[in-house]
């Protein structure tokens, strides 16, 4: 069946809703407390951030692989009462997506403010990689296809579009590995990140192999955290304590045809942003080349890459330079992750990178520079090891999502007054 | 009725309800590969799905598909996550583009299975014939019973098929 995307998300949407807090607990590998704790205290931290009381927000979602705990529990340990709550299945990807959630169920006159939380002991507990999963159940008629080959794990999954990547473009494995290297530079710039020393390229590639082409090092760090963001219009965001990030076009979980992990449908080097890309920017009026910074989801180095290309930052094929060329590192042209993203400072499906530009574009990245009798922080623009990780004059952040090859999400936002 | 069986240690166990991949695992354990072709469009699919991806009708047949391919794709796994991996490291993720059906319906798509390289006898293959495979390797099916009624496809390195000089390989090895 011939799919043509219709773009028709009403443009006026556009500005009207902002991420105005946002919350972690930091990330950890053995947290030594449950996911209900570590919602409530994401979900807190984030409401407070954002100069909020719990009454304010009458909104929550969340989204899970059935590792977490659910909205009405962490509602109830905070004593919220809510309008509106929904609990999601789902991983990487899910973010932006329920943020177009947030907005179209405030649009829709169901509540006015919503606080959307991730929750997960993914090391002590819940394993993304698969570590510890499986192999006591049988293998049933689907799953004979999965774990009767011995595919379980997301780069076991993956590996076929990384591979064919590399086989289409010429796309080197030191190139591939430069984005473990600068998001490396990036974490030592942050206090929260779990791994933070720089690693080189060298390292990555020494480092032992997982599955070809993913050595160790170009897998993310599983880690233990709550994380949390609030939604409300961008009208109320004035009564709020910081310049809200101002949401200017959010795509949903867009797939490519036939996107069963089988891989039969098109060039299998290319991933979801080439679709999503045909929503995203006309939807946000702006393309490319007028980001800032970008946030693209790094499970693995590839899938950085891998997005980074599709959604047009370079050419088609030419991903592998643009990721080692220095332009995604803290001082070049458009830095990605500045946070050190899931392969340094912690993995947790992609909120932390939406997290991590709010605060890029409030112009108040919590680095290691100092801050002021008024507790404002003093950027020195100096991304040595141990010193600054904010950009200079953000204006305008992207957020690439990943699901998997054939499914992606994200979000672009502007910086408000 | 329920298929049971086991591999590599693993047990299986195909649901009654479960009639598409009952019936495709039956097929495999009498040494054929089958796929569901639709008869409105007469597209064939793998692996089994409830109706046509490319026109939505649920009618369909289960018609031979010949078994060679060329390695479109692959992973190679040296870190296993299940149990019953660890002793057969480092072994082939395979994504197999078979000669049927190649471009169709639109340029790049495919009649791909996936499935581990083997050696002739069905057992996954050796380190040394895990080196020899990469993209552009021609190969062909196999199975390895899981009990009396169903097998699992395997691929081995067609012999009689002209091979790629050197197929291609990730460069470090």
Redesign the interface.
């Known amino acids: 069946m011939v799919q043509e995307i219709n773009s028709s998300t009403e443009k006026y949407l556009r500005g009207k809703y902002s991420i105005v807090g946002v919350g972690e607990t930091g990330y950890t590998r053995g947290s030594g407390v449950t996911t209900r704790v570590l919602g409530t205290r994401a979900v807190r931290a984030a409401v407070e951030d954002a100069g909020l009381t719990m009454s304010d927000v009458d909104g929550m979602l969340s989204y899970s692989f059935n590792d977490s705990t659910p909205s009405p529990t962490i509602a109830g340990d905070l004593g919220m009462r809510l309008n509106f709550h929904m609990d999601v299945y789902g991983g990487g990807s899910s973010i932006e997506a329920l943020v177009g959630i947030a907005i179209g169920v405030i649009e829709a006159g169901m509540c006015k403010t919503v606080v959307i939380y991730r929750a997960m002991n993914g090391f002590s507990q819940v394993r993304i990689g698969g570590t510890g999963r499986g192999g006591q159940s049988s293998l049933s008629g689907d799953g004979l296809f999965t774990r009767g080959i011995g595919l379980m794990s997301a780069g076991q999954m993956f590996c076929h579009t990384f591979m064919r990547h590399m086989y289409d473009y010429g796309t080197t494995p030191e190139q591939v590995a430069s984005v473990k290297s600068i998001h490396s530079e990036h974490a030592s710039n942050n206090p929260k990140a779990f791994y933070k020393k720089r690693v080189s390229v060298d390292d990555v590639l020494a480092s032992r192999m997982i599955v070809k082409p993913l050595h160790l090092l170009d897998c993310c760090v599983e880690t233990d955290n709550g994380t949390a963001i609030v939604v409300t219009s961008t009208d109320r965001a004035k009564d709020c304590k910081h310049v809200p990030a101002v949401i200017q076009a959010v795509v949903g979980r867009c797939m490519k045809p036939r996107s069963d992990m089988h891989y039969q449908s098109g060039p299998i080097s290319t991933v979801a942003g080439h679709y999503a890309k045909d929503l995203l920017w006309p939807n946000a009026g702006v393309g490319p080349e007028d980001i800032d910074v970008t946030g693209s989801y790094d499970a693995f180095t590839f899938t950085t890459m891998l997005q980074l290309e599709d959604y047009g930052f370079c050419k088609k094929g030419e991903g592998g330079d643009y990721v080692s060329s220095g332009i995604i590192r803290l001082g070049g042209e458009r830095p990605n992750n500045t946070s050190g993203g899931h392969l340094c400072e912690g993995y947790t499906h992609g909120i932390n990178m939406v997290i991590e530009n709010v605060r890029q574009l409030r112009h108040d990245v919590d680095d290691y520079c100092p801050r002021d009798a008024n507790g404002v922080v003093q950027h020195s623009y100096d991304y040595s090891e141990g010193g600054c990780r904010q950009v200079k004059d953000v204006e305008l952040t992207a957020n690439l999502g990943w699901g998997t090859p054939g499914m992606g999400s994200a979000m672009v936002m502007a910086r408000g007054t | 009725m329920s298929l049971r069986g086991e591999?590599l240690g693993?047990?299986?166990?195909?649901?009654d309800l479960?009639k598409?991949?009952?019936t495709?695992?039956r097929y495999c354990g009498q040494n054929e590969l089958r796929a569901q072709e639709c008869l409105d469009c007469r597209l064939k699919?793998?692996?089994?799905t409830s109706a046509c991806?490319?026109?939505?009708s649920e009618r369909m047949e289960w018609r031979p598909v010949d078994g060679r391919g060329t390695v479109?794709?692959?992973?190679?796994?040296?870190?296993?996550?299940?149990?019953?991996?660890r002793p057969?490291l480092p072994?082939h993720?395979l994504?197999v583009e078979l000669d049927e059906q190649k471009d169709i319906p639109?340029p790049?798509?495919?009649?791909?299975?996936?499935?581990?390289l083997a050696e002739l006898d069905g057992s996954l293959a050796t380190k040394e014939t895990v080196k020899k495979v990469g993209?552009g390797t021609r190969v062909k099916v196999t199975f390895k019973q899981m009990g009396d009624e169903i097998a699992?496809p395997l691929w081995v390195i067609d012999q009689e098929a002209e091979q790629p000089t050197t197929p291609?390989r990730?460069?470090?090895e």
């Open positions: 591999y693993m047990p299986v166990l195909i649901d479960d598409d991949n009952q495709f695992y699919r793998l692996p089994p991806p490319f026109c939505a479109y794709s692959y992973g190679e796994v040296h870190h296993a996550i299940q149990g019953a991996f057969h072994y993720l994504l639109n790049h798509d495919g009649l791909r299975l996936q499935g581990n993209i699992m291609w990730y460069p470090i």
